[in-house]
DNA sequence: TATCTATTTAGATGTTTATCTAAATAGATG
DNA sequence: CATCTATTTAGATAAACATCTAAATAGATA
């Protein structure tokens, strides 16, 4: 938990694909597994990444897993990069 | 050049803190190196790393090299967060 | 309860990253 | 022009990362 998991965790283009696929709303593992070429386990690993950086939580329902977006984080790192520019 | 540079460049704390000390104006990069407790070799690797991200440039004086903040691309990526947001 | 479905964990492997020391470059100055 | 100062390039190395296959877990269902 830190600007440093944050920006590892989007620095992968799936990992950020992701991300754009749950603004429309959550998703099981499997489906989100769909639309990459990719084995199960390896897209576990990536949404495990965006989990422990905090950009996604899950909830399980059934034996399928959602996950949902988390954009908090996001604001931490917005006004990180405001100050850089100078906005004060 | 793309968000995946960019993320990588940012995911490293000394990269970030290079960034925030460039903030408040230039600096050579012998200055930034002062600053850390890393061989000069290991400051002018991190330094390419920013530039090849585009997040800083260089201006030539003497025989200094004098390192500047570039903000642009920031707002690209705050533009990108803002959409998973949800802000349109 | 046996098994099917969804997902993760374990372990292996090739690639990328961050760091170092030693050497090279290039401009300034005695 | 010899050398000092600022910085980078080259090459080596240990750690971290992304990926795979095989196996494990755990809940749903026949």
Do not use: C
């Not at 998991?5 to 099981?28: C, H, N, Q, V, Y």
């Not at 996604?56 to 917005?78: A, C, D, G």
Request: cysteine-free; overall charge negative.
């Amino acid at each position: 938990m830190g600007f440093a998991e944050t920006f590892k965790a989007l620095s992968d283009p799936a990992r950020r694909e992701i991300l754009d696929m749950l603004k429309d709303g959550p998703m099981t593992a499997g489906d989100i597994g769909n639309h990459f070429d990719m084995t199960g386990p390896t897209m576990s690993y990536h949404l495990k990444i965006l989990k422990n950086a905090d950009l996604i939580y899950e909830e399980k329902q059934k034996n399928f897993i959602f996950y949902h977006l988390n954009t908090s984080v996001l604001e931490e790192i917005m006004v990180w990069m405001s100050s850089l520019k100078g906005d004060k």
